[in-house]
């Protein structure tokens, strides 16, 4: 558990992208839009990818990282990809 709303189920690469996959594990289906997860946790991922020096490494280095979440179904609601440009902002 990555805390205790949020599951760590997989951490996977395919081509240059990281994909961390996490379960909102008290979300029920269709309790947040794409748009309002977008909202609510892209500065959050974007904060973390940027202060831990491993993500911002990859990142700097042209990597994409990627959140995606899902609800406690385990049905994907939204994956926030993270990249240069997007750390050039902070």
């Known amino acids: 558990m990555a805390d205790e709303d949020t599951r760590l ?3 996977k690469v395919e081509d ?18 794409a748009k309002q997860l977008n909202e609510l946790l892209r500065p ?10 491993n993500l911002k490494s990859l990142v700097q280095a042209g990597a994409t990282i990627a ?5 406690k179904n385990e049905d ?9 440009n ?3 902002k902070l």
């Open 9 to 11: 189920d997989a951490v």
């Open 16 to 33: 240059n992208t990281f994909y961390y996959i996490y379960t909102l594990v008290h979300v029920s289906p269709g309790e947040f839009s």
């Open 44 to 53: 959050l991922v974007l904060r973390q990818s940027y202060n831990m020096r």
């Open 67 to 71: 959140f995606t979440y899902k609800d």
């Open 76 to 84: 994907e609601i939204y994956t926030i990809f993270i990249n240069k």
């Open 86 to 88: 997007d750390c050039k």
